[in-house]
């Protein structure tokens, strides 16, 4: 007789339980790098204002995106394929989108042969869409009546003759309700005011006849076009309309025999006095050593008062089209002809900008203009800026403006960081008035121009426009609105400016937690906006603005912050009435409770709806869009871009903390594999910058670049790990050895990481870190340093070609956080290099490095596998040719994805070695 144990239902459930999630997770796939490419990103998410449509785009790692149109209340849905930057009408009714070319054919082609984007117009309550081609630029006007768009410009257009002539393109002005059409030919720029009532527009042409500037009335019937200035040969352009008194702006220039703009003039047409043409600065009122260019920066002040123009040193003229004369039988020898075709750089000891620096700097800002303000009352203009001023802040306000002076720091920043002067300038004198030295950060102009805010010495401080006086606005608040975590060689910053609030009266600043709200009229006096919750609960709330065109913030207003959690790693939604203390958190059903594990984002709000979009996403959940109404307690999930992911080991995160050597507790994550087991020892990949631990509960893209595709490894039950770093200067090397050995040290502990199957992988300051660590610990089977730096003593000298500046400020005052120069600080930057301690390495370490690397030179990471090579230890370097720091050529970013993981599996693993890890591979002259 056979005896059989009665179960209990409850603990049958359980069983069940058990055998269903075990069953599903036998069914689940490993994710490959196939999946990856095909792994879509959501992009550029809009909301009509009437907040009846949504438009989005879906983006996979590799290939063709698609735009779609659907409703919030219904199933309505629209796909344009390849659509990209959408835009809605004002009324909602219409919606424009560039349609991208096949990225097989941007692949295949080359040069002036890749083909041009193309535009979709689509009528959102039918469906119905118009696609058509040829289109760069396109813009509704506010009355969405009418779609004006630019074709892309046909360099067959140009003239023989004038060769350098830049030729204008068809605009097209059509009538959105009747689908009628005013096609323009040769246009450069168009503008449309703000009310609607005029479309005006500059035309280039190959012949010269037509070149002009045109107005059209939109409100009258047939809209002809009429001159408001024409003449062969002229270049038109510029242009800025005053809607507050109806005055267009515009630059005027004849043409040169080549076709390059001359000097030209500033003009005004008054609609009032439309058949005269006026000169509001001629070329005979600048100085003699400045011109007014053709490509210019116009603006007028919001009253209408002002406008902004610019000038330029006629010594920087026509600068970027040197060419080398062409010798003769008679100039062969001749020394002179030869001298003006050489190409030197004279890199003087003296020069305030080393040759490299200055070199990319003029790339940069060869069409630099300096700024100068015409007054439309007294038709006068006033120079403000200079050599001296070249940068100045072009105002909303008539009264004043801010002009910043790097000049007497230019020379230090190249190993000591970038600092100004800050000035006040009247725009009705252009008197200049300093209001303070060596700062490092942006001032802030209140909207109407009463205050100048900026951040020194740790403190804000307020300039008051009208009396001139400087206060202190928050030394006597009981906490600090500097970077108090700051683990740089220098003064740490601010937390920024959140806004200003209408009439000047308030600014809304960030501290580390809470906002604060500063009465720049009665310095020390403030409010916290936040109600402290921020500081008490270690919730780091940020305002979320979401108009764009929102100048200020009304004294009622309904705002939106974000706020993060420090202890949950987790970010929510809160609604704030900006005339009432404190927030409401409306993402979560408690009060200030977070949801676990969950992370929420408002991705957009319609300007005329009271409802949001917003985000929610984990490690193991999509960020996909969801809709709710102001207080998120109905809601609901309106798209589902990646339904594979079901399908899918994924992994889920669990935040860590643990006790490093010296110092406070580190935090960090670990990402465990599905059916994740406490009792089993994993193989464990390590990946690291500086702080990543509050990205705990965000969602991880995988993309294939130079970083590892976490899901590729979880899939193969590779536990991820995910430490924080903190510094002191003069000891980053060992600073991250201490920090990530205490921390694998931690999970060994735990009994959930395997001590011999350990492999790190770091890119840049990572890769770095990663190259000295294998120096100082044999913990770890294997290790991939991305464009590391091996030797510091000869990093600190060599040049970061995308600036062009030397790496001595990152050592002394930034990242590299060594605190001193080579020469007082030597023994550190030894202690701190990888290459003087490569004897002691044992760990096989695979290098990245792109040979035109901007960041970190090329040189650098072959003087580290050099010193490997030289002492016998295991090392290989993957070097991509024409790459940058970052790897940009897909099949490059491929390549290395898969090498790297094919490294980790075969040391970590002891999977069979790839023949490249055993054999490397000779070259023979082709791929």
Not at 869 to 895: G, I, Q
Request: charged share 25%.
């Amino acid at each position: 007789m056979r005896y059989c144990e009665k179960i209990p239902f409850a603990g049958f459930l359980i069983i069940l339980f058990l055998f269903i999630s075990a069953t599903d997770l036998i069914s689940k796939k490993p994710f490959t790098h196939d999946d990856a490419m095909k792994f879509k990103s959501i992009r550029s998410t809009i909301v009509s204002d009437n907040g009846k449509w949504i438009a989005y785009t879906t983006l996979p790692d590799r290939g063709d995106g698609d735009l779609f149109v659907i409703s919030p209340r219904d199933s309505f849905k629209v796909n344009i394929p390849r659509g990209d930057k959408p835009q809605f009408s004002k009324d909602g009714n219409w919606l424009a989108a560039y349609i991208n070319p096949k990225s097989l054919d941007v692949d295949n082609s080359k040069g002036k042969d890749k083909p041009k984007s193309n535009m979709a117009i689509l009528r959102n309550s039918t469906g119905v869409i118009t696609e058509i081609e040829n289109v760069s630029k396109f813009q509704f006007s506010n009355n969405s009546k009418w779609l004006m768009y630019h074709k892309h410009a046909d360099d067959s257009d140009k003239s023989e003759k004038m060769k350098k002539k830049a030729i204008g393109s068809e605009l097209t002005i059509r009538h959105m309700s009747s689908g009628t059409e005013i096609k323009v030919p040769f246009v450069k720029e168009y503008l449309i005011d703000s009310a609607c009532t005029f479309i005006f527009y500059t035309v280039s042409s190959p012949d010269g006849k037509k070149d002009g500037i045109y107005w059209r009335n939109l409100k009258e019937e047939f809209i002809p076009e009429i001159a408001i200035n024409k003449s062969d040969n002229t270049s038109y352009s510029s242009m800025a309309w005053n809607p507050q008194r109806n005055i267009l702006a515009y630059v005027s220039a004849p043409l040169r025999k080549d076709g390059r703009p001359d000097n030209g003039s500033l003009m005004i047409w008054e609609y009032v006095r439309p058949n005269l043409t006026q000169f509001a600065v001629t070329p005979q009122q600048v100085k003699n050593i400045y011109f007014i260019p053709a490509s210019n920066n116009t603006k007028w002040t919001e009253d209408g008062k002002k406008l902004f123009f610019g000038i330029k040193p006629l010594a920087e003229k026509d600068t970027s089209d040197f060419e080398d004369a062409k010798l003769t039988d008679s100039t062969y020898y001749n020394q002179d002809s030869l001298l003006a075709n050489a190409d030197d750089l004279i890199w003087h000891w003296n020069d305030d900008r080393i040759s490299s620096h200055q070199v990319n700097w003029w790339g940069k800002n060869k069409n630099r203009t300096f700024a100068c303000v015409y007054d439309a009352d007294t038709k006068n203009y006033f120079q403000l800026g200079d050599e001296k001023f070249d940068n100045v802040l072009y105002s909303e306000n008539s009264n004043v403006t801010i002009g910043y002076d790097e000049s007497p720091y230019i020379r230090q920043s190249t190993w000591g960081g970038w600092y100004f002067d800050l000035y006040a300038i009247d725009l009705n004198t252009g008197e200049k008035t300093k209001i303070t030295e060596r700062i490092y950060e942006q001032a802030s102009l209140s909207p109407l121009g009463k205050y100048i805010v900026f951040f020194k010495d740790l403190h804000w401080h307020v300039y008051n426009v009208q009396s001139k006086a400087i206060s202190n606005m928050t030394s006597k608040l009981p906490v600090p609105f500097y970077d108090d975590e700051n683990d740089l060689p220098m003064e740490p910053g601010s937390y920024g400016i959140a806004g200003w609030f209408e009439g000047d009266n308030f600014v809304l600043v960030n501290e580390k937690y809470d906002l604060y709200r500063l009465y720049p009229g009665d310095p020390g006096s403030f409010l916290n906006q936040t109600a402290t919750v921020g500081r008490k609960s270690k919730i780091v709330f940020r305002y979320r603005k979401l108009d764009p065109d929102k100048k200020y913030i009304n004294n009622r207003d309904t705002i939106y912050l974000h706020g993060y959690s420090e202890e949950k790693k987790s970010t929510n939604i809160y609604l704030l009435e900006t005339h009432i203390i404190g927030g409401i958190n409306i993402s979560a059903a408690k009060g200030f409770d977070f949801l676990g594990g969950k992370n929420f984002f408002i991705a957009a709000k319609p300007k005329n709806e009271d409802y949001l979009i917003y985000t929610r996403e984990s490690f193991d959940e999509f960020p996909d869009l969801w809709v709710g109404n102001i207080f998120m307690d109905s809601t609901h999930k309106i798209t589902d871009v990646n339904p594979q992911m079901k399908d899918f080991k994924w992994g889920t995160t669990e935040q860590v903390r643990w006790k490093p050597p010296v110092g406070d507790s580190l935090h960090g994550y670990i990402i465990k594999p599905d059916g994740f087991d406490p009792k089993k020892k994993y193989p464990v990949l390590v990946y690291y910058y500086e702080r990543f631990s509050e990205q705990t509960f965000r969602f991880y893209q995988p993309r294939v670049n130079h970083r590892p595709i976490y899901q590729i490894y979880l899939g193969e039950d590779y536990l991820v790990f995910v430490p924080d770093v903190r510094y002191r200067d003069g000891r980053p090397g060992t600073d991250a050895v201490e920090a990530i050995t205490s921390g694998v040290q931690m999970l060994i502990d735990r009994g959930i990481a395997d001590s011999k199957k350990l492999c790190i992988q770091g890119h840049s300051w990572a890769g770095y870190q990663t190259a000295y660590i294998v120096t100082q610990t044999n913990m770890f089977a294997a290790a991939s340093a991305g464009a590391p730096v091996g030797n510091m003593t000869s990093a600190y000298s060599q040049i970061r070609t995308e600036s062009g500046l030397a790496r001595q400020f990152q050592y002394e005052k930034y990242q590299s956080r060594i605190g001193g120069n080579l020469w007082d600080s030597l023994d550190s930057y030894i202690r701190n290099s990888p290459v003087f301690h490569v004897p002691n390495a044992t760990t096989p370490l695979l290098v990245l490095h792109g040979n035109v690397d901007e960041a970190v030179p090329f040189a650098q990471g072959v003087e580290l596998y050099l010193a490997f090579r030289r002492l016998s230890k295991n090392c290989v370097m993957v070097e991509y040719k024409n790459e940058p720091h970052h790897p940009r050529k897909y099949e490059n970013k491929l390549d290395w994805s898969i090498k790297m993981k094919e490294w980790f599996d075969h040391y970590v693993l002891g999977k069979p070695a790839a023949k490249w890890i055993i054999e490397g591979r000779k070259y023979l002259g082709n791929k």
